[in-house]
C-alpha cells in the first residue's frame, strides 16, 4: 500500500505551503507505520531529536517517551525523519515554481502531495521543470502542435496533406519531413513527461530487465581480476551488493561496459515491451495506416531515445545507491563487532611494531596506557640481531613488569611473533603469566601521522607512535581504535567505491554507539573517546581534560558543570554516559544518570540501607519489585533499568578476552597445505562470506557456502570480526595470494570446485549451500574455484591490507 506523505484530504495548505505541526504528525504517522510502532512513540521522539536529544541518550534514558525503541530503531527512525523533511523541501520548491508559471491544478496539486518518494514527486514535476530549448519546444513555437495533437487523435488523416499546412521555411520546417519529425519531437517529449507512463515502465524493469556486462575490447589481460563479468547477464534489481560494485569499479577502470537489457526474453530484438506500454498508455491501437505508421515511430522513438536512457541511468544508478547502502551496513556491522571486541584489560603491555630492514619497533605502556619506555631493535635481517634484542626486551619486560606483548600482524609479524615466543621462554620465570597475542594494526600508520598523534607525542618518531597504538589497541580496543578514522580500520566492503558522506555518517553512528554502550572512564578517557559520548564533541572534550589537567581527577559528575562551555543541556546527554571510579558517590560509577539519584535514595532509605549498601547487593535487588517504585518521573522501564544496574554498576557489556594460537611453521602462503586445520581470527565479514587471518600475512575467504553445514543467507548471524575460529585449508593459489578456507572441518578439498555456481542467464543466483535454486539450471556453468573466492574483492582486500 502506498501511503501519501502529505494527504491533500487531511491537511490544511496556507497557499501552497503546510502547517510545521501538520507536516510533522502526518511524518510520525508514515515513520510509524513503516517501523510498525505506535505513532505516539514517533511522535515523542522527533520531539526529543528536535530539543537537540541524542540517540544514545533517548535509547537508554528516555524508553517511557519512546516506549522502548532501540537505539537500531531510532537510528532509522532519525534516517526517515531526514529524507521525509528533505522530501517537503522539494515539495515546497516544486509547487512554488509550477504555481509561478501559473499552471498548479487542483488535480496536480493533488498528485505532489500524495506524492512518497522524491523519485514521483520528480516525475511529475517534469513536464513543468525549466529545461534547455528542445526539439519539441521549438517546433510548439512554430505552431505545430496543433499537426501533434490531430495526428495522435485522427488516424485516417491525410498526412502529408495535413504536415503541408505548416510549412514555414523561416522556422526551419521547410519540408513536410521537417514539419512531421518536428510533431514527432512534440510527442516524444509529452510521452516522456507522463509520470503515469514512467510508473507503468518501471514496474515493467523492476521486474523484467537484466544488466549485462561484457569486457572493453582489448581489455582482457589488463582487467583479469574482473574476469568473472567479461560476459555476465543477472538481473539488475537482484544483483548483490559486492557483485554490482565489482562491476561499477570494472566500468569505471574501463574494463567493463554495462548496459540494461529490458527485455532479456526477446530474442528477435524487433522491439520492446515497453513500447507495448507506452502505446497502451496512450490507447494507440495501431493498424497499417499511413498516420498509424507514423505514430509506431513515435513510440519507438520515445523508448530508444527518450525513456530507455533514462531508465538505464536511473536503474543503474539505483543499483548503486542500494549496493552502496549494503556495503556502508556491512562495513559498519564490521566496524562495531571490532569496537566491541572484548580487552585484555588495564595489564602493562609491551608492543611490537614488526619491521625487516628499518627493525622491530618497541613501546611499553603501564596499565593506565601511559607510554613508559620505548626502543627499536634489529632481529632480522639483514642486521640480525636476534640474541641482542631477546635480552633488550627481556630486560624492559622485566623492569616494567610486563603482562601482555602485543605483536603487530604486518610485515615480519610472524618473525617476530617467533622473537616474542623466545622472549616468553627467557623471562617466564620472573613473570610467569606474559602472554603474547597477534594484534591487527589496521589503521596504526593512520594514527601515527595524525595531528593527534602529534599532540600526544610531539617528540616520538612517528614509527614509535605506531606501537604504542599497537599495545593499546589490545588493552582497550574501543579507547585506541576511535583515534582513527573509521574508514581507515580497514573492515569494510569496497569502502573507497561508496558514498565517502555517507559512509563517515554511518560510521560516526556506530562509534558513538559502541563507545556510549561501555561507558566512559571519565579520570582516563582521552579528549578522542570524550568526543564520541554523546552531548560531548571535539571542544567538550578537550576542556574536559583541560579542567582534569588544572584541577585533579573528578571526584563527582556534577563537577562537569565547570567545565568551560558544558552547560546543562551536555551535562544531560553526557552525565549517565562518564564513569567516576571511587567517587563521593557510588552511582557516579554507574550507568544510573543523576536525575534518577533520588530514586535510588529514595529505595535505599525504604530499605533502611545505606546508598553504597545497597550498590551491588544482588540478594536484596533481586528481591524487589519495580512496579513498586513507579514515579509520575520514572515508570517501569526507567526503574527496571536502574535496579539491573544497581546489581552489577558500570558492567561492561563486552565478552571475554580471547585470542587464536597461530600454527608454528605456518608463517607465509606457500607454507598452507589443503587439509590442514588452523586457528585464525575473522577479520572481515561481507554478505559473500568471511575472511580469516591465519597468521600468513594473506588473509583467507571462508565462502558463505562453507560457513556452516545448513544453510546460511547472513554470514553476520554465523560469525563477526573478531571471533577465533578454526578452519580448514580447502585450495591455495600462491601466485595470486588467494587462500580458500572452510569453517567446515569434514569438508573435501574437492567439494570447492563443485559446491559453487553462477548464473549467467537472466535472474541467476549463487548457489550457496545447495540453498537457492537458480533459475535457468540447464544453463548454469560451474564457477572456477578461484573465482568463488572472492574474484575482484579480494584483490581489493589484499590492497587494503598491505
Avoid at 759 to 777: A, E, I, L, Y
Amino acid at each position: 500500500m502506498t501511503c501519501g506523505i502529505l494527504g491533500a484530504t487531511t491537511f490544511f495548505t496556507l497557499g501552497s505551503t503546510l502547517l510545521p505541526m501538520q507536516m510533522t504528525q502526518n511524518i510520525a504517522q508514515i515513520i510509524a507505520q513503516e517501523l510498525n510502532v505506535r505513532e505516539q512513540q514517533v511522535s515523542a521522539t522527533i520531539a526529543l531529536l528536535d530539543d537537540g536529544s541524542t540517540v544514545p541518550f533517548v535509547a537508554r534514558y528516555r524508553k517511557e517517551a519512546t516506549g522502548g525503541l532501540d537505539d537500531t530503531q531510532l537510528r532509522t527512525l532519525n534516517s526517515r525523519l531526514s529524507y521525509l523533511r528533505d522530501l517537503n523541501d522539494r515539495r515546497e520548491v516544486i509547487l512554488s515554481s509550477i504555481d509561478a508559471q501559473g499552471k498548479l491544478t487542483p488535480e496536480l496539486r493533488k498528485s505532489l502531495f500524495d506524492a512518497d518518494s522524491k523519485t514521483l514527486l520528480e516525475d511529475l514535476y517534469l513536464p513543468y521543470k525549466p529545461k534547455r530549448r528542445t526539439k519539441g519546444q521549438i517546433a510548439i513555437e512554430a505552431g505545430i502542435e496543433p499537426l501533434a495533437d490531430l495526428l495522435l487523435g485522427n488516424r485516417g488523416a491525410d498526412i502529408e496533406a495535413e504536415a503541408g499546412k505548416y510549412i514555414q521555411a523561416e522556422a526551419g520546417f521547410s519540408d513536410t519531413k521537417l514539419v512531421l519529425d518536428g510533431a514527432r519531437f512534440i510527442l516524444m517529449e509529452r510521452f516522456a513527461e507522463d509520470a503515469i507512463l514512467l510508473q507503468k515502465v518501471r514496474r515493467h524493469l523492476t521486474e523484467n530487465s537484466v544488466l549485462e556486462s561484457r569486457v572493453t575490447k582489448g581489455k582482457e589481460q589488463e582487467g583479469a581480476k574482473f574476469r568473472d563479468y567479461f560476459e555476465h547477464t543477472e538481473k539488475l534489481t537482484k544483483i548483490p551488493s559486492h557483485r554490482a560494485l565489482a562491476m561499477l569499479r570494472g566500468r569505471n577502470e574501463g574494463v567493463l561496459s554495462l548496459s540494461m537489457n529490458a527485455d532479456p526474453s526477446n530474442e528477435s530484438k524487433r522491439g520492446s515491451y515497453c513500447e507495448v506500454i507506452i502505446a497502451d498508455h496512450f490507447k494507440l491501437n495501431l493498424g497499417a495506416g499511413d498516420v498509424d505508421a507514423w505514430l509506431k515511430t513515435v513510440v519507438t522513438a520515445t523508448w530508444r531515445i527518450k525513456i530507455a536512457l533514462q531508465m538505464e541511468n536511473e536503474f543503474i544508478a539505483k543499483m548503486r545507491e542500494l549496493a552502496e547502502s549494503e556495503a556502508i551496513n556491512v562495513f559498519a556491522r564490521n566496524l562495531g563487532d571490532l569496537l566491541m571486541a572484548p580487552p585484555a584489560g588495564a595489564k602493562a603491555t609491551l608492543g611490537l611494531d614488526p619491521g625487516l630492514r628499518t627493525g622491530v619497533k618497541v613501546a611499553i605502556v603501564n596499565n593506565t596506557g601511559k607510554l613508559v619506555a620505548h626502543t627499536t631493535i634489529f632481529p632480522h635481517a639483514p642486521q640480525n640481531q636476534w640474541d641482542k634484542s631477546v635480552r633488550t626486551l627481556a630486560n624492559l619486560a622485566k623492569m616494567h613488569k610486563v603482562e601482555l606483548i602485543a605483536v603487530g600482524n604486518g610485515t615480519a609479524s610472524r618473525e617476530t611473533d617467533k622473537l616474542a615466543g623466545e622472549l616468553i621462554a627467557a623471562v617466564r620465570d620472573e613473570l610467569p603469566k606474559i602472554t603474547k597475542i597477534m594484534v591487527s594494526e589496521a589503521g596504526a600508520s593512520v594514527y601515527s601521522a595524525s595531528e593527534l598523534a602529534a599532540d600526544e607525542f610531539p617528540d616520538l618518531d612517528v614509527s614509535i607512535r605506531g606501537a604504542v597504538s599497537i599495545a593499546r589497541r589490545l588493552q582497550d580496543p574501543l579507547a585506541e581504535l576511535v583515534k582513527i578514522e573509521p574508514k581507515s580500520i580497514g573492515v569494510g566492503q569496497y569502502q573507497h567505491d561508496v558514498s565517502q558522506s555517507q559512509l563517515s555518517l554511518s560510521l560516526e553512528s556506530v562509534v558513538e554507539d559502541c563507545v556510549n554502550s561501555v561507558g566512559v572512564d571519565l579520570n582516563m578517557a582521552s579528549a578522542p573517546l570524550l568526543a564520541q559520548v554523546a552531548g560531548l564533541n571535539k571542544t567538550l572534550a578537550r576542556n574536559i581534560v583541560t579542567y582534569r589537567d588544572d584541577n585533579g581527577e573528578f571526584t563527582e559528575r556534577k563537577q562537569l558543570l565547570k567545565v568551560a562551555r558544558l552547560g546543562p543541556k551536555a551535562y544531560e546527554q553526557a552525565a549517565g554516559f562518564l564513569r567516576i571510579l571511587n567517587g563521593k558517590n557510588p552511582l557516579d560509577g554507574s550507568s544510573v544518570h543523576p536525575e534518577a539519584y533520588s530514586l535510588v535514595t529514595a529505595i535505599a532509605t525504604a530499605k533502611g540501607q545505606a546508598l553504597d549498601s545497597l550498590v551491588g547487593n544482588s540478594e536484596l535487588l533481586k528481591s524487589l519489585n519495580a512496579a513498586d517504585y513507579i514515579t509520575d518521573k520514572f515508570g517501569l522501564p526507567t526503574v527496571t533499568d536502574i535496579l539491573a544496574e544497581l546489581d552489577k554498576p558500570g558492567r561492561d557489556p563486552r565478552g571475554e578476552f580471547k585470542t587464536a594460537a597461530f600454527k608454528e611453521g605456518v608463517e607465509k602462503v606457500s607454507d598452507l597445505k589443503p587439509e590442514m586445520i588452523l586457528e585464525g581470527v575473522v577479520t572481515n565479514v561481507t554478505n559473500f562470506g568471511a575472511f580469516v587471518d591465519v597468521g600468513v600475512h594473506q588473509d583467507g575467504l571462508v565462502h558463505i557456502s562453507s560457513l556452516t553445514d545448513k544453510f546460511v543467507s547472513d554470514p553476520h548471524t554465523i560469525v563477526k570480526a573478531g571471533d577465533v575460529v578454526k578452519v580448514k585449508v580447502m585450495e591455495v593459489d600462491a601466485e595470486r595470494k588467494r587462500i580458500a578456507l572452510s569453517m567446515r572441518l569434514d569438508e573435501k578439498p574437492s567439494e570447492k570446485s563443485t559446491n559453487r555456481t553462477t548464473s549467467k542467464t537472466t535472474g541467476g543466483k549463487p548457489n550457496h549451500n545447495g540453498g537457492g535454486k537458480p533459475q535457468n539450471r540447464a544453463k548454469q556453468k560451474p564457477q572456477p574455484a578461484n573465482a568463488a573466492m572472492g574474484n575482484a574483492f579480494a584483490d581489493a582486500f589484499a590492497k587494503l591490507k598491505k
